[in-house]
């Protein structure tokens, strides 16, 4: 196992003491070492948001992008070159609610990244208005009298759109969290772990204790991974218990496996041929 | 000039105009003459009515040009809308007589034929090919010699089976018969068969030269005048490292865009004015990442929605302004064809030469007509992708990314490509590239994408100039730059003192040059198709030079030469007197 500290980037961290986003800090960490993948390999893609921020921790690359946009940011460089590892790191709001339709065509696409939701059901970066996530009746500065909208269900929608790899952590249970990043990346296809995150500033509902008395990890004899519907229920499920693991798993064909051009090798290590242009040219006289 | 005639096919969407008008233009363009052929697509009349029109010459031409010498009416309707455009001694070509037919043209002077296309077909195998039969009598009557005609037909079914060509060549035949009485004044000389360039639409012009440069990534959301763009490369991805895949939404073009970009390969978007609002986000992100991306777009009229199949130059300043703050870009406004071709060449190396997005400025009018490109189409031996490695660098342990030391172009690598870490953020940052808020930073990198203008302004090509000394220079830029050209060269003919100042290279914009094109002994005067002359505004405003009028349309339709000769007149009257 390669070092932890080997990805560890001193820049500095102003999450508050106590941010559930620690906890999936170091559950990323563990992973890429528990793999050994030098940090140097490693492509981070986020958005915009405290969750998003997560890269700048880490000894990667990164790009760290525009509000809800890090899964197009994410295709376009997995089409560039389809050999990099990549780590989707969104925020509820970010992925939910401003990028929602790119998630909807991650799953279409199936595209081979995996992809982390910090998902504290409230808005933290902009100061705790309510996310797609947070409960119906949710109150904050901007909501007042309760949010008006219901949550949403990340995993069931997942689900019913046919994903091949969909797992909830808990930032409570690190170990754990990181052995699922570590199968969502082992995993070709797009992986899906939505992290309940605690927001100990901005979400007084959702915390630590919430959790810690509704968590229960999904025992995989008894839960086999490729039932769907086994599956489906337990995503919509109330949330008297929240079980976290990998809820479904099947084989399916990545993106850009689906893409003919592509399996002569990564687009960016193909040679040009500048006398293809001309051929082209030629044929039109 | 000997040859300068005008053909307009026209009928309802979904009728076949198109392959009427590619087989008369495949054969005009093989036998060696000049065409230009615009796309309308509109309702004018109840019912849908559509037409292409193609300006047949056996010299350069750079517009469509008014009136009509031969209709060829594919439905009852189009006879109605065009017969008065319809030249004294024109004629039309209609399927089958209807009441009300026999008067058409100038003073109803015009013949009319009936060539019975649906008849005909089925004699010749089938309805489906009344297309062919209406092309077949409209080369007929132009004179076109038959073995020209036939070798199009046979190229343009190659992938068909022996029957279908046959059949398509009966019916050919049986069209040209049907008008083998008609005298037209107007029948060419057919100069044989040596073609005088490439016959290609501008949305071609633009992804040959797209892949040219070695564009590898290519994503899109649909959006008229734009589609046509990556279509035109799409069907190259099984010859090509080239993937061009459709995007969810623009928001998510430009991110893809940028992302392909980030990680190493050459990538570009195109869209149209509603589409590249929805980007705005997404050029600022690649001018604050300073992440290179080619965008086209393709400009048609009208905020939102707008005239989706029209033509417009509205968007110059949006174009030059979309996304909050400032930062460096440049925009490019091919003229020609072949400027399509060269200009996305250029796009995608300046965008990589200065880590900036470039943004190729057309119209409906520059993607959707044809013509004959003339000029040979140079493909690059190589393309200078300004990247830089682990090995140039001394200690890939403390590369920066966003490094303010030097020209203000930091140096650019790919992530995952060495020990180098690549980290890049949309937030204001600090040379190693995390976010920062520190006012060194800010100021740092705002002065150091700020320097880059100094040198971008001088990759500005120098507008066009016609006759300099003339007592009235007519401005243009993009794809106007064609009407007004001929409209110059007609009103020259006619003994007028006019020339005229063509602007391929719009921003960072090119002041000191255009002060010289500009400071000629006569005035000048804005011809854009935009309500306020925008073009002229910045030039007011980078040379402190004020035009002496404008000529503009924003209907949507294109300029042609006898309008506009007509508004000038009205300057040259005021400058001759
Ligand atoms: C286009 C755009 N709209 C709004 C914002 C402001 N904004 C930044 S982060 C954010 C939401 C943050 O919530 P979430 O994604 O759940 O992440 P968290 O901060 O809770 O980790 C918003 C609305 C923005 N940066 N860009």
Redesign the pocket.
């Known amino acids: 196992m390669v070092d932890l500290n080997a990805y560890h980037n001193d820049f500095e961290n102003k999450w508050c003491p106590g941010c559930g986003?620690f906890g999936v800090l170091n559950a990323v960490k563990k992973a890429l070492a528990e793999q050994e993948i030098p940090p140097e390999n490693v492509l981070l893609v986020s958005?915009?948001?405290?969750?998003?921020k997560t890269p700048h921790f880490l000894n990667c690359n990164f790009f760290h992008g525009?509000?809800?946009r890090a899964l197009p940011v994410a295709a376009g460089a997995l089409l560039a070159n389809h050999d990099l590892n990549i780590l989707v790191h969104?925020?509820?709001?970010?992925?939910y609610?401003?990028g929602g339709n790119h998630l909807l065509a991650a799953l279409r696409r199936n595209l081979d990244v995996t992809l982390l939701v910090?998902d504290?059901r409230?808005?933290?970066?902009?100061k705790g208005?309510a996310?797609p996530t947070s409960r119906y009746g949710f109150a904050s500065s901007a909501q007042p009298f309760g949010s008006f909208s219901d949550a949403m269900n990340p995993m069931a929608l997942a689900l019913s759109q046919g994903a091949g790899f969909i797992a909830r952590g808990y930032c409570g249970e690190v170990d754990h969290l990181a052995g699922l990043i570590r199968a969502g990346m082992a995993y070709p296809g797009f992986a899906m772990i939505d992290i309940m995150q605690v927001?100990v500033t901005y979400n007084p509902v959702n915390t630590y204790s919430y959790y810690n008395e509704r968590i229960l990890m999904i025992d995989e004899k008894e839960h086999r991974a490729d039932d769907w519907q086994a599956a489906i229920h337990m995503a919509l499920q109330p949330e008297e218990t929240i079980p976290i693991g990998i809820m479904y798993q099947k084989e399916t064909r990545p993106f850009t496996s689906r893409i003919r051009t592509l399996s002569d090798g990564p687009l960016i290590a193909r040679t040009r041929d500048p006398s293809a242009v001309q051929a082209v040219l030629d044929e039109l006289g | 000039m000997g040859i300068d005639m005008t053909v307009t096919i026209g009928g309802a969407a979904g009728q076949g105009i198109q392959t009427v008008g590619d087989l008369l233009a495949l054969v005009c363009h093989r036998a060696g003459l000049y065409l230009m052929v615009i796309n309308d697509f509109e309702s004018r009349i109840r019912g849908g009515h559509s037409f292409m029109q193609l300006r047949i010459s056996d010299e350069p031409v750079y517009a469509a040009d008014d009136g009509i010498h031969l209709l060829v009416a594919l439905n009852r309707g189009s006879l109605a809308v065009h017969a008065e455009e319809i030249r004294a001694g024109g004629y039309a070509l209609i399927d089958e007589r209807s009441e009300g037919d026999d008067k058409a043209g100038e003073g109803g002077e015009a013949g009319i034929a009936v060539v019975g296309f649906r008849r005909l077909a089925e004699e010749a195998g089938g309805r489906i090919m009344a297309n062919t039969v209406a092309a077949g009598a409209a080369l007929g009557t132009l004179g076109a010699p038959d073995e020209l005609v036939e070798s199009v037909i046979k190229d343009q079914f190659r992938d068909k089976s022996q029957t279908v060509r046959d059949n398509n060549l009966e019916a050919a035949r049986m069209g040209r018969n049907a008008v083998a009485e008609i005298r037209f004044d107007w029948r060419l000389q057919w100069p044989g068969q040596n073609p005088r360039g490439k016959l290609v639409s501008g949305a071609q012009a633009l992804a040959l030269g797209a892949l040219a440069a070695d564009c590898r990534v290519a994503c899109f959301y649909p959006m008229s005048p734009a589609t046509g763009v990556m279509v035109g490369m799409a069907g190259y991805m099984d010859r090509f490292p080239l993937v061009v895949e459709q995007a969810e939404d623009e928001i998510a073009a430009i991110n893809m865009v940028i992302g392909a970009s980030f990680a190493g390969v050459r990538a570009m978007t195109a869209t149209s004015g509603g589409g590249f609002s929805l980007m705005a986000?997404g050029i600022g992100m690649a001018g604050i990442t300073e992440t290179p991306a080619v965008v086209v777009n393709a400009q048609r009229p009208g905020p939102a929605t707008g005239l989706p199949t029209r033509t417009a130059q509205g968007d110059l300043h949006f174009v030059i302004h979309a996304a909050q703050d400032e930062f460096p870009r440049f925009v490019l406004a091919p003229r020609t064809l072949d400027e399509g071709y060269e200009t996305m060449i250029r796009a995608f190396h300046l965008a990589e030469q200065y880590q900036v997005p470039v943004i190729v400025l057309v119209d409906q009018y520059f993607t959707d007509s044809l013509g004959i490109a003339g000029r040979k189409w140079v493909v690059p031996e190589i393309v200078e992708r300004f990247l830089v490695s682990d090995a140039e660098m001394e200690n890939p342990a403390r590369y920066r990314r966003f490094s303010t030391s030097g020209s203000g172009i930091s140096p650019r690598a790919v992530p995952c490509a060495g020990k180098a870490r690549v980290m890049v953020t949309a937030n204001e940052h600090a040379e190693d590239g995390h976010l920062s808020e520190a006012i060194s930073d800010r100021n740092g990198q705002m002065e150091k994408r700020a320097k880059k203008m100094k040198r971008m302004v001088e990759e500005m090509r120098s507008p066009e100039v016609l006759h300099p000394d003339s007592s009235l220079l007519l401005v243009a830029w993009g794809s106007t730059c064609g009407v007004v050209r001929e409209a110059v060269m007609r009103l020259r003919r006619e003994n007028h003192d006019v020339g005229a100042v063509f602007f391929s290279d719009i921003w960072p914009f090119p002041a000191a040059a255009a002060a010289v094109a500009l400071s000629g002994p006569g005035q000048f005067v804005m011809v854009e198709l935009n309500a306020s002359a925008q073009l002229g505004a910045l030039i007011r405003a980078h040379t402190g030079l004020h035009a002496a009028g404008a000529i503009v349309r924003y209907d949507g339709r294109p300029m042609k030469p006898g309008g506009l000769m007509h508004d000038a007149m009205q300057y040259l009257e005021v400058s001759d007197g």
């Open positions: 986003n958005g915009i948001g405290q969750a998003a525009l509000h809800g969104m925020g509820d709001g970010d992925c609610g401003e910090h504290n409230v808005y933290g970066l902009t208005q996310s927001c | 986000e």
